[in-house]
């Protein structure tokens, strides 16, 4: 192999979108049970405060819908290209085996 050329394994790939996943997970568990503890401490603040207390907790929400977003598009394009990977290396087995008879070829 070149220094300009990479191996990929695609169970790597998949390893790594059910980590993703997990995370997720996690994520989403922690981060929303968070959420709503810090919801319920909103009452009895002054209409002042509780505006800027409203503020606070939306952008919370919004912080963990997009966290949660960005994780499902990291894992799906992971799991994309691991499926890429097997179809693009499953092509160039067929490929290698159909020229296997090929004068052409190197045979050692």
Known sequence: MSAHES????EVLWHSARTITTTADLAETHLKSSDAAVASCGRGWSTMASAGFDEFVDRSDRFTRDLLQKLA???????AAAAQYERTD????REIAAT???SRLLNL
């Open 7 to 10: 191996e990929v394994d695609p």
């Open 73 to 79: 598009d990291l894992e799906q394009s992971t799991r």
């Open 90 to 93: 499953a092509a160039s087995g």
């Open 100 to 102: 296997a008879g090929d």
